[in-house]
């Protein structure tokens, strides 16, 4: 029997965090580093990226958007907004969406403050001042089924799809079953299994819109591909023994556990249903859990064969080994293994239930391996750019050069 009660940290809006954490948010990868002194110095948590400076509207849209969800994040108690000052992505913006869910914010823009050094010794001393208030707030108790569990998979063996994959399903079948929310993404993943899926759907409109959402990618992909073959999988996935899309697909979906599909969200969008929900982002790990985390998970349960060490700054990336050998091998990285399934040791049920069990351990202030690091990978899907892209090559196919000035 799962224990689902937990202590944390309860927001103005109701949403109760597993984590208080101090967030500085670079609106532009110029000011990265001064983010990153900040963050080091002070208790904060940050995050680098190349991104905020674009005269692309939807990449604009989709980078600003990325920034407030993190900052509306329930495992965020206060924010610093640290700008440049010409970028395109607007610092003002970002903070005033944040500020409205009555957190504190705060704005630093270094061309105003008189530099690098003067504005990061200014962030220093705000984000300990943020800190020491943060340090003073209350817990208070919350459940299981107010938790959020984002579903990632990276760096997949042949194991995956047997092992990891299966158990964790095991873990979303419990979490669902006692009120809670699991999200399962990376749609390019779910091409060769859109039919397993979509029966799960809630309903017909949601089984539809899953199709034809699964079928865009699997239509973007044949485009984006030197040839024919349908392989749509990394060099790593390859040695690790997949074969093919929907040999990955399948191993992929099998994270979502047995419930009912309840919603389909748009990438870092906040879910409003309860259950099952998918979410747009691509395969890339980084971007399919900055999605994630923006639209408001609590924690990621990750699996991966080979090993990874991706994180977020605001939320826990539990690792989950399919076997024992890269748990072993690479234990600073990995926090559970599903091995002793391929080793008839356990069962899948049992190892759903230390899953289970480790969400919500995880969920009462124990550290998860990737929590070592306070500055984390960040990631948008560059969607925008990718149309054109492909855009711009059918028409030189079709000798079509409208584009280009004379």
Known sequence: MVDTKFMGYRRSNGAIGIRNHVLIIPTVS??????MDIA????GVTFMHPYGCTFDAEENAITEHSYIGHGLHPNVGAVLVLSLGCETASASRVASEIA???KRVETLIVQHEGGSRTTGAAGIALVREMRRELDAQPMEEGDLSELLVALECGSSDAFSGLTANPAVGEAADIIVSHGGTVILSEVTEMVGAEQVLARRGKSDQIKQELLSLIKKYEVDLSLSTEDDSGIFISPGNVAGGLTTIEEKSLGCIYKAGTKAITQIVDYGEAPTERG??????PGFDIASVTGKVAGGAH????TTGKGTPTG???APVVKISSNNKTFRHLSEDTDISAGDVLEGTKTLKQVGVEIADLVMEIARGKEAKGEYFNIQEFAIPNVSV?????????LAQQNDYRFVQS
Do not use: Q
Request: aromatic share 2%.
């Open 30 to 35: 110029c000011v990265n580093r001064v983010a």
């Open 40 to 43: 080091n110095k002070a208790g």
């Open 100 to 102: 409205k869910s009555g």
């Open 276 to 281: 099952v929900i998918i979410m747009d982002t």
């Open 299 to 302: 924690m990621v349960l990750f």
């Open 312 to 314: 977020s700054s605001i």
């Open 386 to 394: 990718v149309k054109k892209e492909v855009i711009h090559a059918k």
